[in-house]
């Protein structure tokens, strides 16, 4: 799969850094860094846009700031993506209803999109928005979160000394925190 992902900042690298990390090797996962200072309203994306993006299926669209998802629908064209993942992690990045219009401009040039909130309630077949599950049917959206949305774990314990003995992060968050808090239990009782 090929993945484009959008970043401003720290928070977007530390996803695409875990990705590389952890996600499958045939995987080609490609940066564009968006401006980091954008208007309040895109009139004209085409104006903070490059010529060209490098193809891809998949955007995972992890900006700091609200005016990259007004970027999302031309960046989709640019790059021949078919779906896309736009986290509401922070409601001044990816307001509600800002969130309600990007999936209409991409459902408008058949793109699929989801808006998962947090970016860590993705599975394979839906994600929380507002503390109620949404459900979706797209493959690409799927082969990613096989990997990477909510946490799963496949846990050892000995059942002598009730003691975890191993963890297999089968699903890692985005961020990375399923491996960081498996490295961490080892050892700890599981009572």
Partial sequence: MR?????????????????????????????????????????YPEDYLPASLPPADLILAVGEHRGVAELIPEVAKL??????????DRE??????????LRGW???ISVACVTPKPLCSLTETQYNVRRHSVDYDNPLV???ARHFGRPSFDITVDPESRTITAIDVTRDAVCGCAHFVAEGLVGVSAD
């Fill in 92 to 101: 001044e990045w990816l307001p509600r209803g800002l969130a309600r219009q």
């Fill in 106 to 108: 991409l459902a408008d």
């Fill in 142 to 144: 799927a082969a990613f």
């Fill in 3 to 43: 993945i484009l992902a959008i970043i401003t900042g720290e928070y977007g690298q530390r996803h695409v850094d875990n990705i590389r990390a952890h996600g499958p090797d045939d995987w080609q996962i490609e940066v564009w860094r968006a401006p980091a200072v954008l208007p309040p309203i895109v009139d």
């Fill in 79 to 88: 790059a021949g993506a078919r779906a896309v993942i736009a986290p509401v």
